[in-house]
């Protein structure tokens, strides 16, 4: 007897009381329903939602630091409370819209041009015959991730100082020898695009992954039908791995308000404040003054409500064009 | 050898040439690195711009490095948190991603906000500290491998490569009886194991590299991780960042190059082990896996 | 919350088993079986106890090749000589202030907690307010006899040492009274001696013969950039003899912003002048450490700001071997007008911020500072300051002279890391640096010539001792700095680098008046005006 059935039933009856109780019922049923056919899953979910019970929900009540003016002695409870006092300063700031601004603007650059370079790069290594070169390919481009970001950004400042190896070689096209990391302008592309080159290797992998596993009898038969290799990607490859760049393309979302202080920090100075003075290194110097938690808190609420709006929405589009969600 | 037009005989040599370039300027930090641990400090300050082999060979700094015991213990435990760290992952999360992926369980919506949730809003460093601590694990290793014992982002990855699998596989094999360990064991898994190895590789290269927590929870030197121990070496040495007239106004420092050194020694191990994981991701893996 | 815990203990037990593997015995928890200090008056080394006490202490010293559970030969031996037994905390380097917080929050303070104190936002007094420490003021007449007679014999330093309501926080970390000016003057400008010589020049000491040095420097010398500075170093000596230094000082009293003066424009124009004509490092925005090694290692420039060690030291050492007449004296800070007298100094305060307190719930403090008073005693401070006689030191004509376990260390270790083990000189301790320490500290003839020079300044009238701030006075005045930092710092770049036109200066002024400068200065007045009554 199927569920349908049994509200059929009930409206046919019509009364109120009857519908809600067979609805009442009807969940009770579901449940019991669900427990037999999933019980295995609801033990491995034990372990899972215990995790995050004890180590994500149980100390969420850290969050109000936000609200208070918190002392380690006293304690988050005891701490005084100053309801949206440090939210007020934050939005108040002198700098509030310059390092918003200069934030989304990194974050949504990155996101235009770093986001599609890992898929690029893996479409085209899927493209190379030689098992060899694609072996090697494979395992060095991914190598500038694990040199730390310190060092990375020696090089680059190095690189694109007055007489850097950079600058001179746009030298040769006009470009005047002055230090790229001075100019407002250049900081954005400077940042965004050492983030390709140091991310472009490690970022393919995923999506490598993806690629291998796109059943290769879809090829045979496309080849068979005559279809070149550019059809073949545009109608396979890419629909392949499609449900990885949404989900990662969803998740990116949900980082968009959050450009890492280290590598700010590591590359700029106050001449090109304008650009690169983010939410995060605007946060991390006042930090060093100040040395309290609540502020710093305070922004990082901020920073998720952001964030998590962002992230329902990217996820209500993909369910909508897409009809692929992350919940 | 099938026939290629001009279109993709040109397109051959464009792909290969922009390898060939992609190569050379990835390749090129980790080697600066290599030839400047192997130089000799004093000519290595004296030197700007590009390097294309080793100033002065010496071994100074991999000396330096190697023959602190702590780096080798170090070693160890992080080796330790690595091994232990990603079964713990492995399993769990595939436990997690297994059941976000059944299609009508019931709570499948609910769980995930619940989830995802935690991905947004924390509580901040001290309750956190306080929870290890009341379960008993503050100055011990598990304090850094069970915290971390479930990533959402890698929750949500390997669930939508459960997801993409055919249906009718669990539907079989429900019908031969097979209950849900065992669909997860025998079916799902092998049949996703390039992303199985993804998010294996990304939980492990996140184990090796991971000091912060065992910073705030070990205190006992000796159980502390490999980043930690080098890290500490690295802010020791660096004069960067030199304030007030008392500290340490270092007259000779071991020199830059052990800051390379540190490099090389902490990263060669993943990059050792990278090259057997690559197998998976080699294109046709899957050959007849799924007969539709 | 019950329910949870017993289904987290179940599903853990296997973890938790095997944490025996891993803990070994680690469960210290002093040992104490609650002794006091036993009876006797005792005001002789070492002192008679079973106590063990904790102490957190932040490990700033070079700490390669350091045992592993953290003991550096020092700490041996200061425990024997006390008498008393120390468990060390030591939080990892980098992370001393995380690990402070999560210290207090946890109420679990050790004994004697080495900190800075005095910086902490709200001041000491919070400190001693909110239950964290104790005022040692009770403490000092009967058990810290050696502590109270350094007070009394330093009444400048007392009134540093004190809070603002006459609180005594801890034993405080400062440099032998008497020799600060040279023993703070580790850092200044520094310039090639030997292109001098060459050239023909005296040592500039004017702003105007600064800049015909640097032009002879970049035209005779081929030398790039002739002065190397950083946004820091540019200005941290210079802008001073404009009269307007960068930051706030002090004047008969009242707190005054060096930005506002009047000076403070011409300096920015004779800077950008500077830059437009190539003496300064066209880099300078954007340089870091490892630039400016690079620069005065290779020629590039002639003219740094530096440390004797890090900076002067390193460099002498790396280029002499491939040029011998390579030299870097000092330079002292430039005036205007030849002969003035500079009195602005960029050195920090005498007495540091960090200090040695005691924990407010501490069992033994009666204890602890009779240990902490050891630092004070004559022996101690030898002890403190050069090492083990005979050993680490041996007496010269009554001066104490490293020997060459120090100096030339048989086993390789250079000399930051044999200062760093065997004694403690080399970094804030509770006690006072010597200054005989950091005369041998520093073995070239130039380093210890550029104490007195750049020690040469008046600046005990201009300088701001630290203030000590209330909570909320802290919490605006970080509201401010911050701003005031980030525009200052920007518009001060962009004028120099000539992307701002020096007409828009007035508009500079404006703003920083409309972030609240004058309310920072007169936030600051008050902590001086509270200082001053102490």
Known sequence: MSIDNINSIGRRAGSLSYSKKYKKENFQYRCKKDFKKYKEVYIMLIPVILFYLIFSYKPMYGALIAFKEFSPAKGIIDSPWVGFKNFIDFFTDIYFWRILQNTLWISISSLVWGFPAPIILALLINELKNKVFVKTVQTITYLPYFVSLVVICGMIKDFVSDRGVITTFAGIFGFPAINMLQESNLFVPVYVISDIWQGIGWGSIIYLAALSGISQDLYEAATIDGAGRWRQTLSITIPGIMPTIIVLLILRMGGLLSVGFEKIILLYNPAIYATSDVISSYVYRKGILEQSWSFSTAVGLFNSVINFILIITANRLSRKFNDRSIW | MKNQTIGEKVFNIFNIGIMIILVIITLYPFLYVIFASLSNPDLLIAHSGLLFAPLGFNLLSYKAVLSYDAIWRSYGNTLFIVVVGVALNIVLTSFGAYALSRRDFMWKKHVMLFIVFTMFFSGGLIPFFFTVKELGMYNTLWSVIIPGAISTFNLIILRSAFETLPVSLEESAEIDGAGHFTILSRIIFPLSLPTVAVVALYYAVGHWNAWFNASIFIADRRLFPLQLVLREILLANDTSSMSGSFNADSQVQIGETIKYALIIVSTLPILIAYPYLQKYFVKGTMIGAVKE | MK????????????????????????????????????????????????????????????????????????????????????????????????????????????????????????????????????????????????????????????????????????????????????????????????????????????????????????????????????????????????????????????????????????????????????????????????????????????????????????????????????????????????????????????????????????????????????????????????????????????????????????????????????????????????????????????????????????????????????????????????????????????????????????????????????????????????????
Not at chain 3, 37 to 63: E, R
């Open chain 3, 3 to 534: 329910k949870l815990t017993i289904r987290i203990s179940s599903i853990l037990s296997i973890g938790i088993l095997t944490l025996g593997l891993f803990t070994g015995c680690q469960k210290t928890d002093g040992g104490n079986s609650g002794k006091g200090l036993g009876g006797a008056d005792q005001t002789s080394y070492p002192l008679k106890t079973d106590v063990v006490l904790k102490y957190w202490m932040p490990n700033s010293a070079p700490i390669l090749n350091v045992t592993e559970k953290g003991e550096f030969p020092w700490y041996k031996e200061y425990q024997k000589r006390t008498g008393v037994s120390l468990q060390f905390v030591y939080p990892p380097l980098g992370q001393e202030w995380q690990q402070w917080n999560i210290m207090l929050a946890s109420g679990d303070i050790p004994d004697i907690v080495e900190y800075f104190w005095y910086n902490i936002p709200g001041g000491a007094d919070k400190a001693i307010n909110d239950g964290y420490v104790a005022a040692i003021n009770p403490l000092l007449d009967k058990y810290a006899p050696n502590y109270k007679k350094f007070l009394d014999d330093n009444p400048q330093y007392n009134k540093m040492l004190k809070t603002d309501s006459g609180n005594y926080i801890g034993f405080g970390e400062t440099v032998e009274p008497g020799f600060d000016k040279q023993m703070m003057a580790v850092s200044g400008y520094m310039i090639r001696k030997d292109w001098l010589d060459e050239l023909g020049l005296a040592v500039p000491t004017t702003i105007d013969e600064w800049y015909t040095v640097l032009k002879a420097f970049k035209e005779k010398k081929g030398a790039e950039a002739p002065f190397c500075a950083n946004l820091d170093y540019l200005g941290k000596g210079t802008a001073a003899a404009f009269g307007a230094p960068i930051g706030y000082y002090q004047e008969n009293g009242k707190v005054k912003s060096g930005l506002l003066d009047p000076g403070f424009k011409d300096y920015l124009t004779t800077m950008a002048k500077w830059y437009s004509e190539g003496l300064i490092d066209k880099n300078f925005a954007s340089n870091d450490g490892k630039m400016m090694d690079y620069a005065m290692t290779s020629g590039k420039s002639g003219l740094c700001f530096g440390w004797l060690g890090a900076h002067m030291g390193k460099y002498t050492t790396t280029v002499r071997e491939k040029d011998p007449k390579f030299e870097l004296v000092g330079l002292p800070y430039p005036t205007l007008k030849k002969g003035d007298t500079v009195k602005f100094a960029p050195f920090g305060s005498p007495v540091s911020g960090q200090c040695a307190s005691i924990s407010a719930k501490s069992k033994y403090k009666e204890l602890a500072a009779r240990m902490l008073d050891y630092n004070y005693t004559k022996d101690g401070a030898m002890f403190n300051n050069f090492g083990v006689e005979n050993d680490d030191y041996k007496m010269d004509n009554g001066y104490p002279k490293f020997t060459d376990k120090i100096l030339k260390n048989p086993q390789g270790l250079t000399l930051a890391q044999t200062t760093g083990f065997y004694m403690r000189a080399s970094s804030p301790h509770p006690g006072w640096q010597d200054h005989r320490y950091l005369e041998q500290y520093y073995p070239l003839k130039e380093q210890k010539d550029a104490l007195p020079i750049w020690g040469k300044i008046d600046y005990m009238s201009t300088i701001l001792p630290t203030l000590s701030f209330t909570t909320d006075e802290s919490s605006e005045m970080s509201k401010i700095g911050n701003s005031i930092d980030t525009n200052h710092q920007e518009m001060y770049t962009k004028f120099i680098l000539g992307k701002e036109p020096l007409s828009n200066f007035d508009k500079y002024i404006e703003q920083l008046k409309k972030i609240g400068i004058d309310r920072a200065i007169e936030i600051q007045q008050n902590a001086l005006d509270r200082y001053n009554k102490r």
